[in-house]
């Protein structure tokens, strides 16, 4: 199993930029999918973007494309989203999601896919 930390949440206004880290405990961190979700009040969780357990493949919502960059260092065990050009409709809450894959270049972005949550940090753009 895995444990998953989130970080790096809070208050930007639009336009300004975070960056999101997940720590992940264990020594298999390199056997897993990773991703990154978000949910708004009253909307269902969606994909931000994923990426697969060798960082060789990622995969973006349209609504992300360009502006969110995901990226791991199987090394410490963490996965991080940059957030660039921040708006208003970003606000939401983001989750870190871990499952293991068999291949390393799977990359998953249905919130099926995933086994494992951290417990969610808060990212509010003011306009």
């Known amino acids: 199993q895995v444990q998953l930390v989130e970080s790096g949440g809070g208050l930007v206004q639009a336009g300004g930029s975070l960056r999101l880290s997940c720590a992940a405990s264990?020594?298999?961190?390199?056997?897993?999918?990773m991703g990154w979700f978000r949910q708004a009040p009253g909307k269902e969780r969606e994909c931000v973007a994923a990426?697969?357990?060798?960082?060789?493949?990622?995969s973006s919502a349209d609504s992300v494309k360009g502006r969110f960059p995901i990226s791991r260092e199987n090394g410490k065990n963490t996965v991080s989203l940059q957030m660039n050009s921040l708006k208003y409709e970003d606000t939401a809450v983001y989750y870190c999601a871990a499952n293991p894959t068999e291949f390393a270049t799977t990359v998953l972005t249905l919130l099926r896919s995933y086994d494992y949550w951290g417990q969610g940090t808060q990212v509010t753009v003011s306009s």
């Open positions: 990426i697969s357990r060798n960082g060789g493949r990622t």
């Open positions: 264990g020594r298999t961190f390199s056997t897993y999918a």
